[in-house]
């Protein structure tokens, strides 16, 4: 059971607008930054979106970030069949029971 | 153009210790600003971040593995290692090594990853 949930898969057709959802609590994304990271069939993650809302230098404007108090969203917009993957939400959580990072139990991308 | 290459046995006896190291090349792990870690994915599943090494040497781990692992650094070699101590197959996972930049909080540079087996 992951820290953060997200939904199992989500689809969409080319050049369609989906998003991602990512939920935690106080103690992780109401306190700290969401970073995205996607992960193409058989190869390491690979860092999508940072501080919420920052794109590293090469990654696409079509996909973007937000987050609203305890919860994150990834969007990709003008999707394309590359863009077919896993995507993880992950977030520092400040928990007394122990601080750590912590990750969405991630969610698979289906391009139809 | 920094890089991480894991490595370590493959094939972990059950109660044994799983050892990797991580090789951090184009770069120096001394580097201000950053901190070293692993994070580990067993067979389709997950994320699961272990730990991390500061490049002052201090280290923290995830609380549900602290009693079993255990981070280092070697600065002449310019790499990082894992320990993991009384294994079990649910132990059995990629293995990554990765970068966090402080300043962004987030895993940047991540190794390609190296699958450790729990097996007897």
């Known amino acids: 059971q992951s820290v953060l949930t997200q939904p199992p898969s989500a689809s969409g057709t080319p050049g369609q607008r989906v998003t991602i959802s990512c939920s935690g609590s106080s103690s992780n994304i109401g306190s700290n930054t969401v970073n995205w990271y996607q992960q193409l069939p058989g190869t390491a993650p690979k860092l999508l979106i940072y501080?919420?809302?920052q794109r590293p230098s090469g990654v696409p404007d079509r996909f973007s970030g937000s987050k609203s108090g305890t919860s994150a969203s990834l969007a990709i917009s003008g999707l394309q069949s590359e863009d077919e993957a896993d995507y993880y939400c992950?977030?520092?959580?400040?928990?007394?029971?122990?601080?750590?990072?912590?990750f969405g139990g991630g969610t698979k991308l289906t391009v139809l | 153009q920094l890089q991480l290459q894991e490595s370590g046995s493959g094939l972990v006896k059950p109660s044994q210790t799983l050892s990797l190291t991580c090789a951090v090349s184009g770069g120096s792990i001394s580097s201000g600003g950053y901190s070293w870690s692993w994070i580990r994915q067993p067979p389709g599943k997950g994320l699961e971040w272990i730990g991390y090494i500061y490049h002052s040497g201090s280290t923290y781990y995830n609380p549900s593995l602290k009693s079993r692992v255990t981070i280092s650094v070697d600065r002449s070699k310019n790499q990082f290692s894992l320990k993991l101590s009384s294994v079990t197959a649910a132990d059995t996972a990629v293995y990554y090594c990765?970068?966090?930049?402080?300043?962004?909080?987030?895993?940047?540079?991540w190794g390609q990853g190296t699958l450790v087996t729990v097996s007897s």
């Open positions: 992950a977030a520092w959580d400040d928990s007394l029971n122990g601080p750590g990072w912590v």
């Open positions: 990765a970068r966090e930049r402080s300043g962004a909080a987030a895993f940047d540079y």
């Open positions: 501080s919420n809302n």
